[in-house]
């Protein structure tokens, strides 16, 4: 009875030290992700339902389903500002992200051959990807600068003001969203090519099969894992686009309150501008409707690419972290 | 490799081999020169004297003798036109913010990595599950909320209002005291800390470690924490020095939210965020070569970096993107 209990003892005591040693060891990264992802969320879903104003909190108010009412009145402010951006951005991104796939993928199979250097081309492709999108603007609004001083316009002696505000301004975005992101997504795509079983391609070979259906049967098959990824991260970043338009703008349109270029751009003019402060409910109102609008556009996607038969093993991989 | 091949197939397959190896160092000569050219007229184009930024946009390198680093000179020293004098202050800004987050976000990540992987508890599962969950919820529902909270806990606690340091200045004979604030700090460098991504880049890493060596370890009387410093730790280096490097170039090259934190509060600007006032199609040329020579700056430690680091960085970032 006695030695029981001594074991007993002993044996919650070394559990509750297990415990309390693993509470100690989680506890501090999950007190950040508790502060600042959980509770923001949560927070941000029950404000969107608010008359709410961070300067004056004691003062707000439940106002049921008013703040999205705003948004789906065409007549309102909220509306006018949002939608127009939201259609910017997405049309925006349709071209933009099928070009940061499929560059990418081009250049990674012209690295995957390891021509001589090929470790010094990798790192150039990839620099721009570590670049912050200030330097970027820096270098091409003066590449692209709309007076002769600008170096594009020089060398073809042209007076195109690139940067004003239009389609070529969104043009010139795409082209510096090219070369800044592309680095990312090719250095994934190129250690799945180099990963693709050599003897698949020599079996393809032997059934006389030409280097297109190489690619199709065998490439696209195998990398298909990768190209989830980049699909789904890319999307997430361009539906969130804020860097480019920010910082690539002519002299006739510095960004104003009135016509932001993207809802990101939106969100954060309305926080910076006090005046707007009370209307924080609102505000929440569009980032919950616009966070709704991601998830249905990735989900859109992963449909789309859901593969009929199982995957193989980095496809499921990438499934358990990123499907749920 | 191929030993078993008949020898006339694998010369033909190896002539194939070696023309599509010419065809892709030809056509990644050309795309890596296109790639690099934005940063060599960055280069450039700070080191030109100011009537050559006005007259010859078309060279790329100022002509020989005229290099200056007067722009370099000048933003260090004192006040160009009148904007980026405070350039070093915003560098410090930057490197403080960066590297504290840095070291916050490994002490914190790597402990909740062992405790997932290493310790058994209840809910431990559950946790994981609601990380992964919380990745797929886009972050911009969060923003205004957490932004909120920036605002009132700041005003409740009055903690907005503490100084770090204050600076006097004397501009054009007009005296002017600006203030360094330590609010912003707080919130520029802990929201950062709640990633999820690099949390499980690690805890991927620790689950390659055989359980056999913690377990014959915790038997021979070993502590966690000393399993945790002296076995764990010394394993994942190569890990770890990932983390540290998408740590680094993440919170050195994020934009949208210390825009958000620092907005009316210019000396607690990142460099970054500094930085985004000069860019744009501004005409104003003559302040062109202060402007590249600043973005040359701000760039030097992730140049450093990635020029150690960079063969590390790509294999890391392949190996484990597939594992996001």
């Avoid at chain 1, 789906?72 to 933009?96: E, H, I, Y």
């Avoid at chain 1, 280097?211 to 361009?238: A, E």
């Avoid at chain 2, 050559?52 to 000179?73: D, Q, R």
């Avoid at chain 2, 004979?173 to 499980?200: C, D, K, Q, R």
Wanted: aromatic content about 14%; glycine content about 6%.
């Amino acid at each position: 009875m006695a030695e029981g209990t001594i074991k007993e003892h002993t044996e919650a005591g070394e559990i509750l030290r297990r415990y309390g040693l693993a509470v100690l060891f989680v506890a501090p990264y999950l007190i950040f992700f508790v502060c600042f992802t959980v509770i923001p969320i949560g927070m941000g879903v029950v404000i969107s339902f608010m008359d709410y104003n961070p300067y004056n909190v004691g003062a707000a108010t439940f106002s049921g389903f008013k703040n999205y009412g705003y948004l789906f009145n065409p007549d309102s402010m909220v509306a006018k500002l949002f939608w127009p951006a939201f259609g910017k951005t997405m049309a925006f991104d349709l071209c933009a992200v099928p070009c940061i796939l499929i560059i990418p993928l081009l250049l990674a199979i012209l690295i995957n051959t390891q021509p001589p250097g090929y470790k010094i081309f990798r790192a150039i492709i990839y620099l721009p990807a570590v670049t912050s999108i200030t330097v970027t603007g820096i270098i091409f609004s003066s590449l692209f600068a709309g007076d002769e001083s600008g170096l594009i316009n020089a060398l073809f002696h042209t007076d195109i003001q690139w940067l004003n505000e239009g389609v070529l301004r969104w043009a010139v975005m795409l082209f510096v969203s090219i070369w800044w992101q592309t680095g990312t997504n090719f250095v994934i795509l190129s250690a799945g090519l180099r990963d693709v079983p050599k003897p698949l391609y020599e079996a393809c070979e032997m059934d006389g099969g030409n280097k297109w259906t190489q690619f199709f049967k065998v490439t696209l098959p195998n990398i298909k894992g990768q190209i989830n990824l980049c699909l789904f991260t890319t999307i997430i970043g361009y539906m969130g686009l804020y860097g480019q338009p920010t910082v690539l703008y002519g002299s006739d349109n510095q960004p104003n309150a009135l016509a932001p270029d993207t809802p990101m751009i939106m969100i954060q003019q309305w926080l910076n501008d006090p005046t707007f402060a009370k209307r924080t409910g609102t505000l929440s109102a569009v980032a919950v409707v616009f966070g709704l609008l991601t998830m249905l556009v990735t989900l859109i996607e992963k449909v789309a690419t859901k593969e009929r038969k199982r995957g193989d093993k980095h496809e499921r991989q990438f499934r358990s972290y990123t499907s749920f | 490799m191929n030993a078993s091949s008949a020898r006339i197939p694998l010369s033909k397959s190896q002539k194939a081999a070696r023309k599509s190896k010419t065809i892709s160092f030809i056509i990644l000569f050309i795309v890596c020169l296109l790639f690099l050219f934005p940063f060599i007229y960055l280069v450039g184009t700070s080191m030109k004297t100011p009537s050559e930024l006005v007259n010859k946009p078309l060279s790329i390198f100022p002509s020989w003798g005229n290099f200056t680093f007067e722009h370099y000179w000048l933003f260090l020293n004192s006040d160009n036109h009148g904007r980026i004098d405070n350039l070093p202050i915003w560098m410090i800004n930057s490197l403080v913010i960066t590297s504290l987050q840095v070291i916050i976000t490994l002490i914190v990540d790597t402990l909740a990595a062992y405790a997932f992987v290493f310790f058994k508890f209840k809910g431990k599962n559950v946790i994981v599950a609601i990380l992964l969950i919380s990745m797929t919820i886009p972050g911009v529902i969060g923003t205004t909320p957490l932004y909120s909270l920036y605002v009132s806990i700041g005003k409740a606690t009055g903690l907005s209002d503490v100084v770090l340091f204050t600076l006097h200045s004397v501009n054009n004979g007009v005296e002017a005291t600006e203030y360094i604030y330590l609010y912003p700090y707080l919130w520029m460098i802990f929201p950062g800390v709640s990633g999820v991504f690099n949390l499980l880049l690690i805890k991927n890493f620790f689950e390659s470690i055989p359980k056999d060596i913690v377990e014959s370890a915790r038997s021979d009387g070993a502590s966690d924490l000393t399993i945790f410093r002296r076995i764990v730790l010394p394993l994942a280096r190569s890990t770890i020095l990932l983390v540290v490097l998408f740590c680094f170039v993440g919170s050195w090259n994020d934009l949208l939210w210390p825009t958000l934190i620092t907005s009316g509060h210019p000396l607690n600007y990142t460099i970054n965020v500094a930085l985004v006032n000069y860019t744009g199609g501004v005409s104003d040329w003559s302040a062109k070569g202060a402007q590249t020579a600043a973005a040359v700056f701000s760039m030097l430690p992730i140049l450093i970096l990635f020029l150690f680091l960079q063969n590390k960085m790509i294999d890391g970032l392949a190996s484990t993107g597939v594992k996001r």
